[in-house]
């Protein structure tokens, strides 16, 4: 399994630790700091849509001006996720060839059994 976010956002860590405590085994990717590159931004566009991807409960996403939010499609949502990775949903899961993005305890403890 593999885990990508932001160290220190809260659900990431939450997330983190659950997996800590249940003795499931990841890899973990900050994005942030470790970068993401387009093709891996591709595999999860096609994997999950890009709407899922978006954070729009997110301080980033609030900061945006109203007509990007309002206009946003594929092509300007997978730039802007490429610029400021905050604005993705957090973790994004892969898992295999599966993709999940947050955090959902009775989902990865069915993964671990």
Not at 69 to 80: F, G, N, V, Y
Not at 82 to 102: A, C, H, Q, Y
Request: aromatic share 8%; with cysteine; net charge neutral.
């Amino acid at each position: 399994m593999k885990l990508y976010g932001i160290k220190n956002c809260d659900t990431v860590k939450k997330a983190r630790k659950w997996l800590d405590e249940n003795g499931i085994s990841h890899d973990f990717h900050d994005f942030k700091k470790d970068g993401l590159t387009s093709d891996k931004l591709s595999e999860w566009e096609q994997a999950v849509g890009w709407e899922a991807l978006i954070n729009k409960r997110g301080t980033t996403w609030r900061k945006l001006p109203q007509e990007v939010r309002d206009t946003i499609a594929a092509q300007s949502a997978h730039e802007l996720m490429l610029e400021n990775p905050s604005i993705i949903k957090r973790p994004v899961v892969e898992r295999g060839d599966k993709v999940t993005v947050g955090f959902n305890a009775d989902q990865w403890a069915a993964w671990a059994d």
